[in-house]
């Protein structure tokens, strides 16, 4: 989907957007929430990120990378990485 092209420029509001709106055109499409999550995440928001790769992962839970980024994102806020820009 769009917002996976808009994330390599570090477009993070325009993947954000682009994946609120697959989310609300295909709610359960992995995909969708773990494009969202990845733009949360460029936006140093990873306790929200968390929240969408989970998604991403009880859609798809055959999918190795969506749990291997549920992990990544949970070491990295037990490690006490702070969310860049809290909402």
Known sequence: NRSSAHAPLGMWMDALSDADRCIVLK???????????????????????LECFQAAHNLDPSNPAYAQIVAEVQESILNGTPDLNPP
């Open 27 to 49: 709610p359960r499409w992995p995909r969708g929430h773990a494009c969202r999550g990845a733009a949360l995440e460029g936006l140093g928001r990873k306790a929200e990120a």
